[in-house]
Structure formats: structure tokens, C-alpha cells
């Protein structure tokens, strides 16, 4: 039996984490745009691959080039910026099928001076990082907004009790123990008629309302109330994926030094830490792969 011929499987190409920062100085107030911007392009590439013509193989240098004058124009949200992108080069090459384009966006707040902000000078603001991925495939055009590095933590109303105990557990049941976390979620759009802007800061809010309200049972049931709220109030949003560590404080056992610990010292350890990760959908709403293929880890 002869061994089975070695072809071309899936591939994509293009220019990863271009640095894009636009400045926008029409006025003496200026505004600041910081992205990492992946772009990465899908169609015909087989003779670049297996015979090194590069006729169809539009360079990643271009690909970077085309971020930069697009920005030129100003970047507005991510997720039109990536749009943007994904309708010229599919729209620019004819064997560019599709492809997919990432960015991530860093946010600046303007000092305060006085009681006043200051026309041109910035602070890294928050502590997340906004997501947005656009996938072009044909026609079709998949949006998947998202943060990543929010981390939030409650110092009472968490617990974890009630999971089986075998020979070995040795955790001890609470109802009263610090819950932290790093969120990252995606949420995928339904629809594009959005104002992207305006959906993530109304999300944003509704995590953290989420994570801050009520006794949570345990950062599974913390997740699902997250993208529950979420769906609940964004009819655009067809589905949410959230990745979380359970970032585990653990109470210090003061004994030895003749001291009491009533949950005011805790060891914050870095690791190994829970990693729970769901994703949160409407019944009978499919989620299309390949919106989520190139997606590390579970979001
Ligand atoms: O919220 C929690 N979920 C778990 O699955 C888990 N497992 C564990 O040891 N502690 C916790 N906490």
C-alpha cells in the first residue's frame, strides 16, 4: 500500500502585532489611539507554498503598510477599524478569500492638571485590554468583541461549599472567602448595525455589576450570571466565552504567633489557580467555528 500523497492543509499568512498608535491633532485637544493589529489573510496561497510563486502572496510588509495608512484616517473602533481592513484586501485581491484580523486596543486617560485634563498629556487607564477580532470568509463577516486583564476582586459574599469530598479533599467548605479574578470574555455580534463603542463600555459595566452584586456561589455561577446580563440586555450579542482563574487567597494560620485570623490575612498565591471557562449562549442559536478558529484556550 502506497503511503498517502503530503499536500497544503489550512493556512493563513499575514503580519502579526503591528504597533499602531494615531494621534488625532486637529483641535489643541488631541485624542489617542494605541492598537496591536494582526492581520493575517486566507485564499489561494498553494503556489507559495509548493512551487515558491509568490504572484498571489501580497506581502506582510504591505499587510503592515495598509494598517498604517488606514489609520491615517482615523481608527474609530476596533472592530470597524478590522472591518475596514478585511473589505480591502478581499475586496483588493481576487484569490484573497477571506482571512482574519485581530487587534488589541490599550486605553489613555488624560491627566488631570488642577481641576482640569490635559489637552495632549495621557495615563494608561484601567488596567484591561479591549479585544476585537473580525473573520472574513466570502461574504460573511464575523465580529467577536472582548477584554482581557480585568481583574476584580470581592472581599466577603463568596463561597464554595456543598462538592463531593473524597479521600483527597482537604479543602475546607466556606461561605465567607475573598473571590478574585482576571476576566477575559469575548462575545460574538448577531448583528452589525452596532455601535461598537458603546456596547463594550455597556458590557464592561454589566461584568463588573455582576461580578460586585450578591453571594456568589462560586466563580462558575459568578460566570454564567456575567454572560447571562450580558445576553439579557445586548439582543446583538449571540453568545459569550469567559476564561477566569479563581486567583485563591488563602487565609494565613496566624496560631503560631498567638494571633486570630478572622479572614483579615490572606496568602494571595499566583499559582497553580482554578481556571474556569464557559461559554454562555441562547438555546437553539449555533456558534460558528470558524468565527472562533485561531482563538487560544477557550476565549
Ligand atoms: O469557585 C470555585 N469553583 C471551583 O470549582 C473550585 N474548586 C476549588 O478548589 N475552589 C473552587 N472555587
Redesign the pocket.
Known amino acids: 500500500m502506497s503511503e498517502p500523497a503530503i499536500v497544503l492543509g489550512p493556512n493563513q499568512y499575514g503580519k502579526a502585532e503591528v504597533r499602531v498608535v494615531k494621534v488625532t491633532r486637529d483641535a489643541a485637544r488631541h485624542g489617542i489611539d494605541d492598537l496591536n493589529v494582526t492581520s493575517q489573510l486566507r485564499g489561494d496561497f498553494a503556489a507559495a507554498h509548493l512551487a515558491g510563486d509568490n504572484a498571489h502572496v501580497v506581502a506582510t510588509d504591505t499587510q503592515k503598510n495598509t494598517i498604517f495608512a488606514f489609520a491615517r484616517d482615523g481608527i474609530g473602533s476596533p472592530e470597524a477599524f478590522l472591518l475596514r481592513l478585511a473589505d480591502h484586501f478581499t475586496g483588493s485581491f481576487d484569490w484573497v478569500s477571506g482571512g482574519r484580523w485581530e487587534a488589541e486596543r490599550f486605553a489613555w486617560q488624560r491627566i488631570r492638571v488642577g481641576d482640569g485634563e490635559h489637552d495632549h498629556a495621557f495615563v494608561r487607564s484601567g488596567q484591561e485590554v479591549r479585544t476585537a477580532v473580525v473573520v472574513a470568509d466570502g461574504a460573511d463577516r464575523h465580529v467577536i468583541a472582548g477584554l482581557k486583564e480585568l481583574t476584580v476582586l470581592k472581599t466577603t459574599e463568596s463561597g464554595?461549599e456543598g462538592?463531593p469530598k473524597d479521600r483527597y479533599t482537604t479543602?475546607p467548605e466556606t461561605h465567607d472567602r475573598i473571590?478574585a479574578t482576571d476576566v477575559a470574555a469575548r462575545w460574538r455580534y448577531g448583528r452589525h448595525d452596532v455601535d461598537y463603542d458603546a456596547v463594550y463600555a455597556g458590557v464592561r459595566a454589566l461584568l463588573l455589576e455582576a461580578f460586585a452584586e450578591g453571594y456568589s456561589a462560586?466563580?462558575?455561577a459568578t460566570l454564567f450570571d456575567m454572560g447571562r446580563r450580558v445576553l439579557e440586555r445586548h439582543p446583538e450579542i449571540a453568545e459569550i466565552r469567559f476564561s477566569m482563574p479563581?486567583k485563591h487567597h488563602f487565609v494565613v494560620d496566624l496560631s503560631p504567633f498567638g494571633l486570630d485570623n478572622p479572614n483579615e490575612v490572606f496568602f494571595a498565591a499566583d499559582r497553580p489557580y482554578?481556571l474556569?471557562e464557559a461559554a454562555v449562549q441562547r438555546d437553539g442559536v449555533g456558534s460558528p467555528a470558524v468565527a472562533w478558529e485561531g482563538i487560544g484556550g477557550f476565549c
Do not use: K
Open positions: 464554595f462538592y479543602l473571590l462560586g466563580l462558575q479563581n482554578g474556569i
